[in-house]
């Protein structure tokens, strides 16, 4: 090779060489920028969704809320009622696929105590063997259950004895508790014992949307103490097999002041705050029952054997509400929603940072205790805020968990749309849209999302 033509090779390859170097070092820059957008979760995150028996599985005809759907139908959005709901009773094959199709690794469901027990100590077999089923549909996906034994609904024969007032109904429901354990206990680790047993408490006898329909604080006291006894009776009786947790789905809402700078505003919004967030979180772990709200309510008894039967904290999280004072009103305090946040279809405010607020409490509170997001979720019929709803509020989680908190898992409201108490069928919490007239299921972006999130047990955050 002539000398020239060394001279010129030599620069061509020594400029390639660097260039090869530059586009590395781009290669490599961009892929740490990429991962950098990467919020990974613990290796063992539990991802789940969650849906009530009553909401979507149709015919729950021995039932209180059927009968309240039939005899007050003016209680419910448009005079609706459950009726066949999504017709999930029939089609647990074909839900269980969509739970697999998301990639989830966990489920809340509820088994339906009226179906359970249609008549007082009189057990349907066939019942028993449906759910019997449907665990057997979920292992075959690899699938854990968290079950749910009451979630809003009972009997009408523990109704009409009086439900949650009869100083016998702790025992009523134990009875359900002792049959559903024998006979499905084995094939559950994860129980959680009552949804959200304050708003079950509220919508019955303080503000009458749901049944009974009493409006009176003085009532609220025996349901309040017998459902913590029957939770205390039912945990005992659930760690007889002793892989079980056992919990309660407690819903926390963050209660600020309408007007941040008004002292009776701050001092009614902690009030209500400690009645509703705290009251029975704090009597599971002391054994003490208080519950106080100014001018309506004043409750103290000790109960020891309330205490420490919580083997993990249940989070139910969606909004936030503020107290507002109107001093010439017959009531002087009112809840209202913050009208200037983005906002669901049922106008609750958007506010993912409550959830982080609640979790640091929750862990400052309970220490010891892991934590499991049992729902979040927002009503959007256009699905148009969900996913940022999602991956918001997971920030917030991921957050938590980064500063040390023990949150080890977080349930989706809701797999499929459903028929959602007062409000009828009008909202839309599902990942999964559901036609009413033909049941067919159609999976929405966000359900895609979601998907993603947990086949990556990560979340992608979009460059600025």
Not at 335 to 358: F, Q, R, T
Not at 418 to 444: C, H, I, M, Q
């Amino acid at each position: 090779m002539k000398k020239k033509s060394i001279l010129i090779i030599i620069p061509i390859v020594l400029f390639s060489l660097c260039s090869y170097g530059v586009e590395l070092d781009l290669i490599k820059k961009k892929y740490n920028n990429e991962s950098s957008k990467i919020l990974h979760f613990p290796r063992n995150f539990k991802w789940c969704v969650a849906t009530a028996a009553h909401q979507i599985e149709g015919g729950n005809e021995n039932n209180d809320w059927w009968e309240w759907e039939h005899i007050r139908p003016s209680k419910i959005k448009n005079e609706e009622n459950s009726g066949l709901a999504t017709d999930h009773w029939n089609r647990v094959p074909e839900d269980t696929k969509l739970l697999n199709d998301l990639g989830v690794k966990q489920y809340r469901f509820s088994i339906e105590w009226s179906r359970i027990e249609p008549e007082e100590g009189v057990f349907n077999l066939e019942a028993i063997n449906h759910y019997k089923n449907e665990l057997n549909e979920l292992r075959k996906y690899g699938i854990a259950p968290m079950v749910t034994l009451h979630h809003f609904t009972s009997p009408l024969w523990f109704a009409k004895m009086g439900g949650w007032s009869n100083a016998d109904s702790p025992n009523k429901f134990l009875n359900f508790v002792k049959f559903v354990n024998q006979k499905l206990g084995k094939n559950i680790e994860q129980w959680i014992t009552f949804n959200e047993p304050m708003v079950m408490i509220g919508g019955g006898y303080v503000t009458g949307v749901f049944p009974p329909g009493i409006k009176d604080w003085n009532q609220t006291i025996l349901p309040l103490r017998n459902i913590l006894i029957a939770h205390s009776l039912a945990y005992k009786e659930l760690h007889k097999n002793k892989k079980a947790l056992v919990g309660i789905a407690h819903h926390l809402r963050i209660m600020d002041a309408y007007n941040k700078f008004n002292p009776i505003e701050c001092f009614m919004a902690k009030k209500l705050s400690l009645a509703f967030n705290w009251t029975f979180l704090n009597a599971l772990k002391t054994g003490k029952i208080s519950l106080y709200i100014p001018t309506k309510i004043e409750y103290v008894e000790e109960i020891p054997q309330l205490k420490d039967t919580q083997d993990f904290i249940g989070v139910n999280y969606y909004t936030r509400d503020l107290v507002k004072f109107n001093p010439l009103s017959k009531e002087p305090f009112t809840v209202v929603a913050n009208n200037k946040s983005p906002a669901s279809d049922l106008h609750w405010e958007i506010y993912p940072e409550g959830l982080y607020s609640i979790l640091k409490e929750v862990n400052k509170k309970f220490k010891k205790l892991p934590i499991y997001i049992t729902e979040n979720g927002i009503a959007d019929h256009s699905d148009s805020l969900r996913s940022n709803f999602l991956k918001t509020h997971l920030q917030k989680i991921y957050r938590a968990i980064n500063e040390g908190i023990n949150v080890q898992g977080y349930c989706h409201w809701s797999l499929i749309d459903n028929f959602e108490w007062a409000e009828g069928f009008t909202p839309r919490f599902g990942l999964y849209e559901v036609d009413y007239k033909s049941f067919k299921r159609t999976p929405r972006e966000s359900a895609l999302l979601y998907k993603e999130i947990i086949a990556k047990n990560g979340l992608f955050l979009e460059p600025k």
